[in-house]
């Protein structure tokens, strides 16, 4: 089965920071990746999809990229709505799984 | 607008049976695979499990800590998507969430729209 690792498990910025999480797959997924961002008490939120593909509706802050088994999420122009626990996610086969999230502190 | 929905959870007491369920709308059901996920008070979430659409054969899958005691199953003429627990066990307590499985090759699932969740409580 195939891990996914988050790092890192915290972080704190301030607004207008840019931020990089990173998240490593234990096989190549090539680019099955998504990412989430989940506030407190809600559902996560897709973000990205197929490692960099943005989904409809969010902001061009937030962009994804790698391949293999190293990608990054980054958020330029950090916003305070921006807080909440991101998780990776890869779905390159089954069983699927989850990073151990990244929570962001604004 | 898309939405789905859990229901069914609530106190359960340990080895008991629970079943889920997961209402959608503003899609048609049936073209589109539903996930479930888990995540433990304080925890990160868990896949732990997919049923597919019948255009890709209606099979499901598991993750390995739940295959056994977990079965997802579907009734796309009332637009319901189940997953059923037995043998639970505190370990299960949780917040459910069923999303609809997105994808383009029919073997490669992310999650687009989510639930908003059922809190699952296993204790005597």
């Known amino acids: 089965d195939i891990q996914m690792t988050q790092s890192p498990s915290s972080l704190s910025a301030f607004v207008g920071d840019r931020v990089t999480v990173t998240c490593r797959a234990s096989q190549t997924i090539s680019t099955w990746l998504a990412w989430y961002q989940q506030k407190p008490g809600k559902a996560p939120k897709l973000l990205i999809y197929r490692a960099s593909s943005l989904e409809s509706g969010v902001p061009s802050r937030f962009s994804g990229s790698g391949s293999g088994t190293e990608f990054t999420l980054n958020i330029n122009n950090l916003q305070p709505d921006d807080f909440g626990t991101y998780y990776c996610q890869h779905y390159n086969s089954f069983p699927m799984s989850l990073g151990q999230g990244t929570r962001l502190e604004i | 607008e898309v939405q789905l929905e859990e229901f069914g959870g609530g106190l359960v007491e340990p080895g008991r049976s629970l079943r889920l369920s997961c209402t959608a709308s503003?899609?048609?059901?049936?073209?589109?695979?539903v996930s479930w996920f888990r995540q433990a008070p304080g925890k990160g979430l868990e896949w732990v499990g997919l049923i597919r659409s019948r255009i890709f054969g209606g099979a499901p899958e598991y993750a390995a800590s739940v295959k056994g005691r977990f079965t997802v199953s579907r009734d796309d003429s009332r637009g319901l998507a189940h997953l059923e627990i037995n043998s639970l066990k505190s370990d299960d307590t949780a917040v459910y969430y069923c999303?609809?499985?997105?994808?383009?090759?029919?073997?490669?699932?992310?999650?687009?729209?989510w639930g908003q969740g059922a809190l699952v409580t296993v204790s005597s």
């Open positions: 999303s609809r499985g997105q994808t383009v090759t029919g073997a490669k699932y992310f999650s687009d729209y």
């Open positions: 503003g899609f048609t059901f049936g073209d589109y695979a």
